[in-house]
């Protein structure tokens, strides 16, 4: 088992920055493709970006692509959301996940999640 803690969320304005850390713990880090989901009250949780397990490859949503950056630190067991351009549709609460399959962007492929960590962008 892996065992996820998100940090780095906050209150920004539209254009600033921001960079989300999710620290693994457990298991091998180089096990797990990883991935970043967010969701709003009420809806339904959305993929924004996942890297695979050692190759560095990365998948974005259409929504994030060119803004936000997705990477990984194995000698940390961290991965990162960097988050450059916000907009106020950004605001969510953004996950952390971890999975033992392929990377993918489908929620329900991912077994281990973060508690979430608040992302709020004003306009």
């Known amino acids: 088992q892996v065992q996820l803690v998100e940090s780095g969320g906050g209150l920004v304005q539209a254009g600033d920055s921001l960079r989300l850390s999710c620290a693994a713990s457990g298991r091998t880090f180089s096990t797990y493709a990883m991935a970043w989901f967010r969701q709003a009250p009420g809806k339904e949780r959305e993929f924004v970006a996942a890297i695979r397990r050692t190759d560095g490859i990365t998948y974005y949503a259409n929504s994030v692509k060119g803004r936000f950056t997705i990477s990984r630190e194995y000698v940390k067991n961290t991965v990162y959301l960097q988050m450059n351009s916000l907009r106020p549709e950004d605001t969510d609460v953004y996950y952390c996940?971890?999975?033992?399959?392929?990377?993918?962007?489908?929620?329900?492929?991912?077994?281990?999640w973060g508690q979430g960590t608040q992302v709020t962008v004003s306009s």
């Open positions: 996940a971890a999975t033992e399959s392929a990377a993918a962007t489908n929620r329900h492929q991912y077994n281990y």
